[in-house]
Every structure is written in C-alpha cells, then in structure tokens.
C-alpha cells in the first residue's frame, strides 16, 4: 500500500491551434483516492486519456506499476490495469450486465459464447463490491446509477488496479452517491489507485486524500487534501480568487411575461401552473423523477401536450414543437447538452448558425457570411467560449465550453423565455459563475428566466423565486430569501398519498 502506481512526468501534447498539455505531472498511490481538479479545458481529460490509451503522448515519460511505457493503445492500458468510466456512459443498452461487463473478452467454450460463466463471474465482481443487480437483466432497463455501478464492476472484470472516475456522480440522487462512495472506500481499502475528477468540490471531504490541480493545460499544485482549504484549492484552479459562488443582481419585477396554465403532458407533468416575470429568475427544485425536465419539454414543444394553456406577452401561444416555440420567443437549453442540445460533429458556427437560419438567409435562401461571422464572434466574446476559432468541432469542447455554445445560440434571437435545464452540470466553478452573470443579464434585460437545477444551494444563491415539484406536480412555491433547504425539500417530498388518491 501507499507505493507509487502510476508516474505521468513532463507530458505534452497538442492539437491543431491549441496546446492541451504542457509540461504535466502527475503521481499516484495504491490504497488512495486522488482528485484530479481544474477549470473545463484544463486538460483533465486529455491526460487522463492519454493514460487510458486513448490519445497518443506527444513528450513526456508514463511510467505504470514501475515499469516505463511508450504510448498505449486502449486494450494494453487495460491488460495493463488501467480502466476509465467515462462521465458519458459507455454502455450497450440492449445487452445484458454479464455480455456488456464481456463486451470484447468474451469466454468461450469451443466455438460457442459460455453464458452462464460470463454471468457467474459477472455474479461474483458483483456480489464483491455488494451490488444487487442481476447479471442477467437488460442493462437499458436499469437507472443511470446501477449502469455506473456495472462499469465499474466491468473495470474490476478486466482485473484493473487503477480507477478513473470521470464526474461519476453528475447524474445520482444523494442516496446514490453515498452508496458510490462507499464502494469507493471498499476499493481503496483493497489496496486500488482511483483518480476521481469531478466539479462537486463539497463531496471531496467524504473519500479524497490528495488533490492535483490543473490550470490552462499546466500543472499546477498537488497537497493532501486535509491541509487545503476549499477556498485554496478554488485559487488554484481558476488564478484567482472567487468573490462570490452565487453572484445575484436586484432589479424591480416587472410585467408578467409568460403565463403556464393547467399543463398536463403524461404522468409527469400534472396540471402544472406559473407565471414568470420581467426581472426577476424562478428556480425549479425537486428530486430527481420530480417531473421537472418533463415540464420544460412539453413548453418547448418537445413532448406532446395533453391538455393546457401557454400566454406570451399576453397573447395565447400555440407550441406544437420546438420550431413553433423558437419562433415565439420560448428558447430551452437542455439537460443533456450532447444528446438534445449540441451537434457535437458540427463546428460551433453551425451549431449557434442553425436555429438562427430565418436570421442568417437573404431572400433566396442563401447565407449571410458576414452576419454569421459576426452572430459567432458576438456569441464566443459574450460568453467567453475558450476555443481556438468558430471553425472548430463543437465535440471537441469541453463541457462548461459546450454548454455556453448552446446558450450561445438561443442568445443571438431577441428570446422573451429563456428556460435553463441542469445548466451547470459538470462544469466547473469559474464557468459556473460565468452561467450565473449570464441570467443575471438575461434578468436585467427584462427576459423570463426559469431555470432547473438539482443543486439546493445554487437555486438558493441564484433563483429569486423556487417553484417546487414533486411527482409531476407543483407541491409549493417559496421566496429563495425568505426560505430554508428543509423548507424545500418537504415540498419536495410531498407525494400524494394513496388513501386520498383513491378518495379524489
């Protein structure tokens, strides 16, 4: 225990017009959990893939378990011991726990796939780490949490001794986070090297030993984790002190903009009513499955509507789907930024160019380049996009970078109702900040803000207004000053109970 595994010294490593890694180091122990921190775009994950095989080194010296690597390919990382859960899982939905935790070592008898062994290893990798889960069952039938836990009993399949954990608890409930964590301390107690990269900075308390910080693609500190302050670590990784995490801005409520009445839209979204004025934000808070995303799809036509009314300025306003609303003036950036709200295989400036096409052609249909050069310019000067030009695949971004382009892009309309869905989901502390100064703008210009967020604090510190859901329904709705974390989440924990179901 406590012997040095893995030794990353003077990495390097470039891409067309911009350098990721200079100079990088990085050490780790068996039997710790090291917290790999830095901005979005520090490099966290070029050089975690880079130990993962994924990416080619291009100086620099990689030293595994004692013995020195030249640069890896996927499958001899792992035949080494290295294994990487990714913050997107990668995992094949219509395959069983067993065939994805075999997915490409499949064990054979003769010519024929040995299923029941798969699956009584499967079994016991599981029954190890205490997880419930049957090795038989669909792994598209299973929450995201449990799919977490497959990888990682995947990873210990494949006989790994050193974790990368890539944000592993974005998308879990707080009950699922503990139980992540404690297979975590189960793993470093076996003597396992775990590098955990995540932008939740209050959950390092609960399983870190050491922190590693990166900044612009440099390192730049490591310290075991007792001896750091929150602020410290903070300093490190953004070059300068944060003044305030929430920043908030007061100005007079204005005229109501937008009116939701009795909205019905599937047993997640249950005659669901609000206003939403000039002036101010609303927050929506709730567990997850509340019902919150469901609602802000079926405002922007997404989903379709069982029954409702939806008033704009007044003005009744008919959302069949997202065009209809777009063109009202109704904008979402959505939870899932890669999936609904990026083409990740386009570049940025046809990413914030493509909603905007009715702005952007002449009479013939033909594009402006000088109005698009200048909507793209506008968009990364704004919202302070790191990038080494508009021409640039949006995949390549990292994520804090990716989610300012989706703002970026329903900010170059005159939007009325701009709706923000888990907006700050792993994104790190400095780009949060930028994402808060943004609505405050939005606020200050007289345009509605309604923004979901399953962070209690951040609706606290931003929202001025919290509409509370729970269960497709509105269960209360508080003044962010004048309320209380409990408040909220009683509201939040407000079922309808059987009995009075039954008696309606």
Not at 182 to 211: M, P, T, W
Not at 412 to 417: K, L, T, Y
Request: net charge negative; aromatic share 4%; with cysteine.
């Amino acid at each position: 225990m406590n012997e040095t595994i893995v030794s990353m010294k003077g990495i390097c490593k470039s891409f067309p017009g911009v350098k990721a890694l200079d100079n990088v180091q990085l050490e780790l122990r068996s039997g710790e959990v090291l917290a790999l921190l830095g901005e979005n775009g520090a490099g966290k994950s070029t050089l975690m893939k880079i130990l993962s095989g994924v990416y080619t080194r291009d100086s620099g010296t990689m030293e595994i378990f004692g013995q020195e690597y030249g640069d890896l390919t996927p499958k001899q990382a792992q035949e080494i011991g290295v294994a990487i859960i990714h913050q997107e899982l990668n995992m094949c939905r219509h395959l069983s726990v067993a065939e994805n935790m075999f997915l490409g070592r499949e064990e054979c008898r003769g010519i024929l796939l040995s299923n029941r062994k798969m699956e009584q290893e499967a079994q016991r990798v599981l029954d190890e780490l205490k997880i419930d889960i049957d090795p038989r069952q669909v792994v598209g039938d299973l929450p995201v949490s449990k799919q977490q836990m497959v990888e990682i009993a995947k990873a210990l399949s494949t006989k790994a001794r050193i974790l990368i954990m890539d944000e592993p608890t974005s998308a879990l409930t707080s009950k699922e986070i503990d139980e992540l964590f404690r297979i975590i301390r189960q793993l470093k107690a076996n003597g396992y090297g775990i590098i955990y990269i995540s932008h939740r900075l209050e959950e390092l308390q609960h399983i870190v030993d050491r922190v590693s910080i990166m900044r612009d693609g440099q390192y730049i500190t490591s310290m075991n984790f007792q001896d750091a302050t929150m602020d410290e670590i903070i300093a490190h990784m953004v070059g300068r002190e944060i003044k305030e995490k929430f920043p908030r801005v007061t100005c007079p409520k204005g005229k109501k903009i937008f009116e939701v009445k009795n909205l019905n839209a599937g047993r997640m979204v249950r005659d669901v009513s609000f206003d939403l004025y000039e002036g101010e934000i609303v927050g929506f808070a709730g567990l997850m499955g509340a019902g919150r995303t469901e609602t802000t799809r079926a405002i922007f036509g997404v989903d379709p509507k069982e029954s409702g009314e939806l008033i704009l300025d007044g003005q009744p306003v008919s959302i069949q789907k997202p065009q209809d609303a777009i063109r009202a003036g109704i904008v979402l950036a959505p939870e899932d930024r890669k999936k609904d709200g990026l083409c990740t295989k386009l570049s940025i400036r046809h990413n914030i160019a493509l909603p905007n096409l009715d702005l952007l052609c002449g009479p013939l249909g033909v594009v402006n380049r000088q109005k698009e050069d200048a909507m793209c310019q506008q968009a990364v000067e704004n919202l302070k996009i790191k990038t080494p030009g508009v021409d640039i695949d949006a995949g390549n971004l990292s994520g804090g970078n990716q989610q300012k382009v989706v703002v970026g892009k329903w900010l170059a309309r005159n939007s009325r109702v701009v709706i923000f869905d888990e907006p700050t989901r792993g994104i790190d502390v400095a780009a949060k900040v930028e994402i808060y100064n943004l609505m405050n703008q939005l606020k200050e210009q007289g345009i509605a803000v309604m923004f979901v967020s399953s962070e209690m604090p951040e609706v606290m510190g931003i929202a001025d207004r919290i509409i509370v859901m729970c269960d497709g329904r509105i269960t209360g709705e508080v003044m962010a000053r004048e309320t209380t974390q409990n408040e909220i989440l009683t509201l939040a924990t407000k079922f309808e109970t059987k009995v009075a179901g039954a008696a309606q």
